[in-house]
Nanobody, 113 residues
Framework: VQLQASGGGLVQAGGSLRLSCKAS????????ANWYRQTPGQQRELVAT???????NYTDSVKGRFTISRDSAKTTLYLQMNSLKPEDTAVYYC????????WGQGTQVTVSS
C-alpha cells in the first residue's frame, strides 16, 4: 500500500488548507484513519483520527479548527485545517491503525505569523 499526501503549502496565520491523502487501496474501509504531523527533532504526533464507523477524535490543540473526513470509496483521507497557527507548521502524514503501512513523503505545511 502506498500513501501519498498532498495539499500543503505556505499560508498566513488564520488561513486555511485542505490536505488529501490518497491510498493505493481502500484501507480506510478496514482500519482507522489517522493524520499525523512531525516537526524536525520531534516525534510524530497524532493529530486526528477517524474510525471505520465514522467516529472522529482530535488532539486538543486542533479541536474546533481541524476536520478529518474521507471519501465514499475510503481510499482518500482529508484534513480541513482552518484558523491555522504558526505552531501547526509541520510535515503532515496519514496512515491507518492498528495496521500501518510505509510512511509516504508527507506534505509540508508552513504557517507564517
Amino acid at each position: 500500500v502506498q500513501l501519498q499526501a498532498s495539499g500543503g503549502g505556505l499560508v498566513q496565520a488564520g488561513g486555511s488548507l485542505r490536505l488529501s491523502c490518497k491510498a493505493s487501496t481502500n484501507i480506510f474501509s478496514i482500519y482507522t484513519a489517522n493524520w499525523y504531523r512531525q516537526t524536525p527533532g520531534q516525534q510524530r504526533e497524532l493529530v486526528a483520527t477517524m474510525t471505520t464507523g465514522g467516529t472522529k477524535n482530535y488532539t486538543d490543540s486542533v479541536k474546533g479548527r481541524f476536520t478529518i473526513s474521507r471519501d465514499s470509496a475510503k481510499t482518500t483521507l482529508y484534513l480541513q485545517m482552518n484558523s491555522l497557527k504558526p505552531e501547526d507548521t509541520a510535515v503532515y502524514y496519514c496512515n491507518s491503525a492498528p495496521r500501518w503501512y510505509p510512511w509516504g513523503q508527507g506534505t509540508q505545511v508552513t504557517v507564517s505569523s
